[in-house]
């Protein structure tokens, strides 16, 4: 991008750089879910008709766009902005637990469903987070994992579907 900016376009690579240098000046984390804003709270935060009894943990702002964008949500967030990874020097501290955990607890929130990827570090950060909160009295959900809509077995994973057998629900 940048070879194709300096070679055919510099007009392009100036308001690119004019819009990161603004972003930088202006984006800031939203003070209750963490995600990136211009104001203190964000619009997401702010609506009413959005359920604060529900509060789904994910690792960046990007999972909270694809979960908005399932339109299967309507609870609020909490970005973590990263996960757990002590080989990388990334530990509580440094995905703000102990904010989540001051969000989870506020009289509020009665739900906490965990949303991080289904990683080594993405299941750790969800287990570690369970275990902060449960012995509080918050009820903590994991979202489910398995087969795609429209899969077929023959073209999944063997783990995948080992861990769609173990997670099965009844029908009725």
């Given amino acids: 991008m940048a070879y194709h900016l300096l070679q055919r376009d510099q007009r392009g690579a100036e308001r690119l750089a004019h819009a990161l240098s603004h972003a ?6 939203c003070e209750k879910c963490n995600s990136f804003t211009e104001v203190e709270v964000c619009d997401l935060c702010l609506s009413p008709k959005r359920d ?23 609870g609020m967030y909490f970005v973590l902005m990263g996960r ?37 570090e993405g299941e750790a950060t969800a287990h570690y987070i369970s275990e902060l909160l449960t012995p509080r009295g918050i009820k903590v959900t994991r979202i489910a994992r398995g087969l795609p809509v429209g ?15 173990l997670e099965r629900r009844n029908v009725a």
Avoid: K, W
């Fill in 84 to 120: 757990l990874s002590p080989l990388d020097g990334i530990g509580p501290r440094e995905i703000h637990l102990d904010r989540l955990v001051r969000r989870a607890t506020d009289g509020i929130v009665q739900e906490v469903i965990l949303a991080t990827n289904f990683t080594v």
């Fill in 52 to 74: 604060a009894h529900v509060l789904c943990v994910v690792e960046t702002p990007a999972d909270m766009m694809m979960m908005e964008q399932a339109h299967c949500y309507r």
């Fill in 151 to 165: 899969g077929e077995l023959e073209h999944v994973d063997s783990g995948t579907l080992a861990q769609a057998v």
């Fill in 24 to 29: 930088l000046e202006t984006i800031r984390h």
